[in-house]
C-alpha cells in the first residue's frame, strides 16, 4: 500500500476497539468492476455462490475469489490494515494475516441480515455502494435505523453502551475481533442496491 496513506481512526464506542478506513478509491473501483464482471457470469455466481454459509436473508452473497482478491489489491489492503491496528492497540507487530474468506453481499429493499458473529480471529465489514436513500421510518417520531451496520457488544449499563449505529457511506470500512456481534437493518423505498463487502482472517 505504497502508493496511497491509509487513514486509520480507533473507535471505540464498545468494549473492544474497533478500527474504521477509508477503502482507496483504486481498491473500491476495481471491486466494483470485478463484482459487475461476476453479476454477468451465471457460472461463476453459480461456483462462488456463499449464501449457504452466511446468516443474511438478501439477494445475493458470493465469495471473492483469489483472482479478484488478489487482482483488485485487497487482501494487501487488508493485511496493512489489520497489521497497523494490532500495532496500535498492543504495541506488537504480527507475523501472519491469513484470509480465511471474503465476501459481497447484495442487499436490497426489505432484505436484512440478522444479529450474527464471524469466525476466524479478525472481521470487518464496509461498502461498495448504498442507494441514495434508504427511505424512512414509518412513524415520524421513531429514529431511523433503515440500512445501518449496528455492532453490538455486551449489555447496556452506566456510562457504558453496547450497541454502535453506523451508517453505511460508500468506502468506509469497520475492522473488529470476530466475536463481536453485528446486523444489518432492512430498508424501503428504494429499489437500488446495497453492496457491502467483508472478511474473515486469522493472525499469529
Known amino acids: 500500500m505504497s502508493e496511497e496513506k491509509i487513514d486509520v481512526q480507533i473507535i471505540r464506542k464498545l468494549g473492544p476497539s474497533i478500527l474504521k478506513v477509508k477503502i482507496p478509491n483504486k481498491i473500491l473501483n476495481s471491486l466494483n468492476n470485478l463484482t459487475d464482471e461476476i453479476l ?65 453481499v447484495r442487499q436490497f ?12 480471529h479478525i472481521s470487518g465489514a464496509g461498502f461498495l455502494k448504498v442507494p441514495s436513500s434508504f427511505g424512512k421510518p414509518f412513524q415520524n417520531n421513531k429514529r431511523d435505523f433503515n440500512g445501518n451496520l ?12 453496547s450497541k454502535f449505529e453506523i451508517k453505511p457511506k460508500v468506502g468506509d470500512f469497520y475492522i473488529f475481533p470476530h466475536y463481536l456481534m453485528h446486523t444489518v437493518y432492512p430498508f424501503n423505498e428504494s429499489n437500488e442496491e446495497r453492496r457491502s463487502i467483508s472478511f474473515n482472517a486469522e493472525i499469529d
Open 109 to 120: 429493499e426489505n432484505e436484512y441480515n440478522p444479529t450474527h458473529w464471524h469466525s476466524g
Open 150 to 161: 449496528t455492532l453490538i457488544h455486551g449489555t447496556k449499563s452506566f456510562m457504558c453502551n
Open 40 to 104: 454477468i457470469d451465471k457460472e461463476r455466481q453459480k461456483k462462488l455462490d456463499y449464501g449457504n454459509k452466511l446468516a443474511g436473508d438478501v439477494t445475493q452473497e458470493f465469495q471473492l475469489d483469489e483472482e479478484v482478491v488478489a487482482k483488485s489489491g485487497w487482501l494487501n489492503f487488508l493485511s496493512t490494515c489489520v497489521h497497523k491496528w494490532i500495532e496500535i492497540e498492543t504495541g506488537k507487530k504480527i507475523t501472519k494475516f491469513n484470509l480465511i474468506s471474503t465476501w459481497v
